[in-house]
């Protein structure tokens, strides 16, 4: 599957949020990913398949943040008025070239919110409503290099057990998603 990537000045905005998680206006991803990230709107997916195993992804050498841990199957930002699970929708389809209706999208963690600093300062900090679905069959997935090194099928309680004994080597989102599902993700 060919992947098509919008790349105009509204497809690079990130929705930046107040304390109260309302919407507060927009700024430009890569302008906003720094030392002192302001909160914004984002997403995380998870993507599972019928033998309950979930798609864990190593993030590229080249990422500006945590390259080359291992995460949840894929992250992003809805654009400005973009319902967030067509953004998930549109994301897994640009990382992976896996396709996902929005529709398939279960909410698993609809409050969650984290910050977190990288070894380089560079600070993520997001409400980040957490997503899964479950596709079977699952089409092999065609990741994008400057986005994914390599990717993994792990059964969730073997990720949660790698993820509680060496949190050092997952993203901090993902521990954090982790310790928030428990043992078994169901949905």
């Known amino acids: 599957m060919g992947r098509i990537i919008v790349t ?15 919407p507060l206006g927009t700024a430009a991803r890569l302008a906003v990913h720094d030392t002192q990230t302001p909160l914004h709107l984002a997403f995380s997916f998870h993507l599972l398949d019928s033998q309950g195993r979930t798609l864990l ?16 199957t894929c992250c992003g930002h809805p654009r ?21 209706a929005a529709e398939a999208l279960s909410v698993v963690l609809p ?23 479950v596709l079977d069959p699952v089409p092999v997935p065609e990741p994008d290099p400057a986005e994914v090194a390599e990717y993994a099928w792990v059964a969730w309680p073997d990720v949660y057990e790698a993820v509680r004994r060496t949190p050092f080597a997952f993203s901090p989102w993902l521990v954090l998603q982790a310790q928030a599902i428990g043992p ?4």
Do not use: M
């Open 57 to 72: 992804t190593r993030r590229a050498l080249s990422k500006k943040t945590w390259p080359g841990v291992w995460t949840n």
């Open 80 to 100: 400005p008025d973009e319902d967030i699970a067509q953004a998930v929708s549109r994301r897994v389809g640009e990382e992976l070239g896996v396709k996902v």
């Open 184 to 187: 078994e993700l169901h949905l």
């Open 111 to 133: 409050d969650f919110r984290y910050r977190a600093v990288d070894a380089g300062g560079i600070v993520e900090n997001e409400v980040c409503p957490v997503h899964a679905a």
């Open 8 to 22: 105009d000045q509204q497809s690079d905005l990130v929705v930046l949020l107040d304390e109260n998680a309302a």
